[in-house]
Structure formats: structure tokens, C-alpha cells
């Protein structure tokens, strides 16, 4: 066939499928939940589109999806009457990975020796189907067009893209056929009630009717396509919201927090809100994108909305309101007034609800709180607003030896004690054996120790908790004079001999020379002779010491 074009996969497409085919994960089940995902996506795509060009769905059937086994053709085919793929779409999508979560999926690979427990814990996306297909054909029209392709791929080293027979073009009037031609080892799902069983338990959640049409009999709905966030919380179990984290998430974990309501008032809509309870591969991201999905109705819009807070770009889920215009466009978004209350209200419940949280499941803010803490802390330097709420939130690691937040450090201060200190650094280790803790443990002083590479940020806003300053004990002066010594402390000192402060300082001013700005006597040390530290009003040591590895 002349109009047949070869085309060979990016080299990390190629090491996926090498994985795919020769992988002994045994959970082959998620391929059908990725592909149904991937069928959702493009009726929602198509749904949004077709808000300016109501002609795209026109005479044509409403968006669903179809999962036809047949076991006379060993072939399994879902279908959906979504947005499609032109020649060029099916050749980008399905050529090369775009996705963030795939790429880190295939570097992580490289790393393992066997990288097949991994595969669950990243959606790999359209090409797990090669777990269970040794070939595969993607049938498309994209919407409105007039042209449809097909690609087809052994999962070696390319694919091909051909146009369509006649007969498959006049059967695909819209959408895509992805045809699976199974293995001899996964006959198992052209079998009805394995298929019932998969999309039960990962793809219930999905908004398009998904019909299964067995060979023989009637075509019948299998998933029950309910927008779960509109119905009301008395009639959900834990297992439905489980369920439903994982689908809208495409999470494996359990959420550690639910947050499921409606707001009435000025605006309408309904919140449906997870936090993990594990930490994503992509938190770090530069871009900081949240991904929570706002719907006008029930019609996807977006998830790229930001409608929460950088800060908590970990929690997933669902934000559907009643009054935003269908039409409204992606860019139009980023002004709007009534997105930006919601973003607000929003905002404010799901901090009250890690509050609440933090009172009643200590367990399960901790999760929260290890998994995204980092990420949290960078609010206290970014919301203002919140900040206090944020700090009071905030779990630290301290000299304790345990986790504790800054009410329990308060609780816990010495007489005379009017400050809370911290020491930024490294690793807990490393701040241990740090000199400058000297003085506060010959006190018994409790301090903050703090190895995020966000907290030389935050810290450097000079904070209070309940009236009392934050202060980094490497900057500055501290006098730890009010405080009272410790018993045994006390009981080391008067053991020691006196020394001629004066005449120490001016002999190390002389030769230290301008390398320093000041010498001073100090009560922060009680076995080390000597340390460096920041004056008062530049930067923290820590901050400095960040800022110039930035540089280089
Ligand atoms: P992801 O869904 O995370 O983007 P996938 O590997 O699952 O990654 O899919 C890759 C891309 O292929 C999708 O982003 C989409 O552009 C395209 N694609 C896959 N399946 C379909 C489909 N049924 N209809 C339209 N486009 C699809
Ligand atoms: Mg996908």
C-alpha cells in the first residue's frame, strides 16, 4: 500500500514497550482503565469544544464509549464518539510521550532492575495496552473531519499510519476504534463479566455512559456515570469516595482527606476534594501547577484553572459550579472575578478541614503533613492572609527527637523563654552536632530543626507564633542569660576556671582584621570556643549560603 507511511517511536516510547511486552506485572487489568480514561478525555474534549461549535456532536450521537469483545476475531475494541485524532495527532499522541508522569515513569525504569512493580504506580497511559495486545489498531476521525487513519503497531520499534478502508470510514463517523488484538495469554477479557468486573472497580466514576455490547444481545450501560460531587454526602460510603479519588485523581493510593460539599449563596457549586497520602513524582515541578478540575454543570472545562493555591497543588479533585457561562474560554478564566471568590472560599475550607483534621486523625495529617509539608510551607511566605493559620498547622521536627507543632513548643517553654528558635540546615544530623544549639541545651531550650529547602525562605520573613518571635539561632544576637541554666549545666560550669574575656577579644579582633565585623562574648556555646555567625540584619548564614549555590 503506497499510502502507507512507517514511522518509528521516540526512543522512550521504544523502552516502555520493551518493558510492556516483556513485563510480569501481573495487575494487566489497568490497561482498560487507561484506555477508558483516554476515551473520557476526548468526550470531554469534544463536550468543551462543542460549546462554539455546537456542529461537532450536531445530528450525531451524544459522547460515549463502547467496549466490544469479540471472540471470534480475538480482538477487543473500545470505542468512543469523542474529539478523534487527525494524522498528525495520532502520530504525535501516540509516537512519543508527552506526559510528565510517563517520562518520569521511564527514568525511574532505568534505574530499577525490574521495572515492573512501578507500572502501578504510574498510569502509563495508551501503551500498557501492549500487557495484553501483541497488536494494536487506532481507527480515527477527529470531529468535523472529513478524513480518517489508522495506526497500527506490533509495539516494536514504529508504527504505522495508513489512511482508513472505506469500510472503516464510513463506520467511524466520529471518534476513535482502538483495536485490541489480544495475546494468548489475556483472552480472559473478551470475557462480559471480567470486563463488568474492571470497569466497575476503576472506571464506575467516568461521566460517559460506557455501554458494553457483547456479541450476542443487547448493548447495556455498565458504569453509572453519576457525577458523584452532586450527590449528597448521606448517600456515600468511604468506598465510594476511595473509588472516586482514584478515577478523577488517577491515584493508586487512598486519599488522606475527603472534602465533599456545596456552596449556595452568592455562587453555587459543589467541592469534592482529596488529599493523597503519598507523595507524586512531579510536586516539585517548577510550573507548581495544581491540578484540581473545574466542571460548569457537569461539562469538564479545565484542570489547569488554578483553583487553588500553589501551596496546595497536591490535593485533587473537583469543583463544579452552577453559574459560570458554558462558554466561558480557558483564558477567560484568569480574570474572572466569581472563579476568584470560589478560588478564595475554596481555600479557606481546606485549610479548616487539615485544621480539623489535625485535632481529630492525627495519623492521617501526618501523612499529609510529611507527604506535603514542604509544599505547604511555602504559603507562609506567599499568603499573608494565612499565614498564621499555615504556621499553626506546620509540623516540626525539633531537638525533642519528635514531630511537633508550634503550640506544643510553646507549651514547652523555660522560664524566661520568650522566643522560639530554629536552626536551618541539611539534615537533621548534621543540625545536631551543630554549636550553636550549645546554649539552648545546656537550658533545656527546645529548637525548631529545619531541613526543607524551603524553610531558609520562609524564615527569613522574621514570623511570630502567639506573640513570639521565630528566631534562627546562626543569626545574630541571642541572650540566653534570662534563661536558667539546667541542673547539670550548672554543676559542669562551676568546674571550670574563668577566663579574661577582654583580653581574648582584642587578641582575636587584631588578627582576624576586617574578615570579620565584631567579636563578642557569647552565651550560645558551652563546649565549642568559638562559631561564625550572620549579624542581625543581613541575610540568615543558611539563606546565604542557598542563594549562592542558586548562583553558580
Ligand atoms: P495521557 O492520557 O496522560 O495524555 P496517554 O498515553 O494515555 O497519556 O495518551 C496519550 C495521548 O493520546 C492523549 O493525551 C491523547 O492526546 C491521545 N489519545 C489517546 N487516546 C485517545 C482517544 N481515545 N481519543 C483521542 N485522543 C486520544
Ligand atoms: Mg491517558
Redesign the pocket.
Known amino acids: 500500500d503506497t499510502a502507507t507511511v512507517s514511522h518509528s517511536f521516540q526512543a522512550e516510547v521504544s523502552e516502555l514497550l520493551h518493558l510492556m511486552v516483556h513485563s510480569v506485572y501481573s495487575e494487566t487489568d489497568i490497561f482498560l482503565r487507561?484506555?477508558i480514561?483516554?476515551?473520557s478525555?476526548?468526550c470531554d474534549?469534544l463536550r468543551y469544544e462543542a460549546i462554539a461549535k455546537p456542529e461537532l456532536i450536531g445530528e450525531g450521537e451524544a459522547p460515549q464509549i463502547r467496549v466490544i469483545p469479540s471472540k471470534a476475531a480475538s480482538t477487543l475494541t473500545?470505542a468512543?464518539s469523542?474529539?478523534?485524532?487527525d494524522r498528525q495527532?495520532l502520530i504525535d499522541?501516540?509516537g512519543t510521550?508527552?506526559?510528565s508522569?510517563?517520562k518520569a515513569f521511564v527514568q525511574r525504569l532505568s534505574e530499577a532492575k525490574d521495572g515492573s512493580g512501578l507500572i502501578g504506580q504510574f498510569?502509563?497511559?495508551?501503551?500498557s495496552a501492549f500487557m495484553v495486545a501483541d497488536r494494536i489498531v487506532v481507527i480515527?476521525r477527529r470531529a468535523g473531519g472529513d478524513e480518517v487513519w489508522t495506526w497500527t503497531s506490533s509495539g516494536g520499534a514504529g508504527f504505522e499510519v495508513a489512511p482508513a478502508s472505506e469500510e472503516d470510514a464510513k463506520r467511524v463517523t466520529r471518534?476513535?476504534e482502538?483495536v485490541l488484538h489480544l495475546k494468548d495469554d489475556a483472552k480472559k477479557y473478551l470475557e462480559t463479566y471480567e470486563i463488568e468486573r474492571i470497569v466497575t472497580a476503576y472506571s464506575d466514576n467516568i461521566q460517559f455512559p460506557i455501554m458494553l455490547v457483547p456479541e450476542e444481545g443487547e448493548p447495556r450501560q455498565i458504569n453509572s456515570a453519576s457525577a458523584l460531587w452532586q450527590r449528597s454526602k448521606s448517600e456515600l460510603t468511604p468506598e465510594d469516595y476511595t473509588k472516586a479519588y482514584k478515577s478523577i485523581a488517577h491515584a493508586f493510593d487512598e486519599p488522606a482527606m475527603t472534602l465533599h460539599y456545596r456552596a449556595e449563596g452568592r455562587y453555587s457549586y459543589a467541592v469534592l476534594l482529596f488529599a493523597p497520602s503519598t507523595k507524586p513524582f512531579d510536586l516539585f515541578e517548577p510550573a507548581r501547577k495544581g491540578k484540581v478540575k473545574l466542571y460548569v454543570r457537569r461539562v469538564f472545562i479545565t484542570d489547569d484553572a488554578d483553583l487553588l493555591p500553589a501551596y496546595l497543588r497536591f490535593v485533587r479533585g473537583v469543583i463544579d459550579s452552577e453559574d459560570l457561562p458554558l462558554n466561558i474560554s480557558r483564558e477567560m478564566l484568569q480574570n474572572n472575578p466569581q472563579l476568584a471568590q470560589i478560588r478564595k472560599a475554596v481555600t479557606t475550607r481546606v485549610i479548616s478541614e487539615l485544621e480539623q483534621l489535625a485535632e481529630k486523625d492525627a495519623a492521617n495529617f501526618d501523612k499529609i503533613w510529611d507527604s506535603f509539608g514542604a509544599v505547604i510551607k511555602e504559603g507562609l511566605y506567599e499568603d499573608f492572609e494565612r499565614r498564621d493559620k499555615l504556621l499553626a498547622l506546620a509540623r516540626f521536627t525539633t531537638t525533642s527527637g519528635e514531630k511537633r507543632s508550634l503550640k506544643q513548643y510553646v507549651e514547652g517553654l523555660k522560664e524566661n523563654q520568650t522566643e522560639i528558635y530554629f536552626l536551618v540546615g541539611d539534615s537533621i544530623e548534621r543540625l545536631k552536632s551543630n554549636p550553636r544549639l550549645e546554649a539552648a541545651k545546656a537550658r533545656g531550650v527546645e529548637v525548631l530543626l529545619l531541613t526543607d529547602p524551603v524553610d531558609a525562605f520562609w524564615t527569613s520573613a522574621r514570623l511570630e507564633f502567639d506573640g513570639k518571635p521565630l528566631k534562627s539561632l546562626s543569626q545574630g544576637d541571642i541572650n540566653f542569660d534570662p534563661i536558667p541554666l539546667s541542673e547539670e549545666q550548672k554543676a559542669e560550669d562551676e568546674a571550670k576556671p574563668a577566663a579574661d574575656e577582654a583580653d581574648t577579644i582584642a587578641l582575636i579582633k587584631a588578627s582576624l582584621g576586617d574578615h570579620v565585623t565584631d567579636v563578642k562574648v557569647s552565651t550560645r556555646l558551652t563546649t565549642s570556643a568559638s562559631c561564625l555567625v550572620a549579624g542581625s540584619h543581613g541575610p540568615d548564614r543558611e539563606l546565604e549560603r542557598i542563594l549562592s549555590q542558586q548562583a553558580r
Open positions: 487507561e484506555l480514561s483516554n476515551a478525555d476526548a474534549k473500545i468512543d469523542g474529539i478523534g485524532m495527532e499522541h501516540l510521550i508527552a506526559r508522569g510517563t498510569g502509563v497511559g495508551f501503551y480515527s471518534g476513535t482502538i
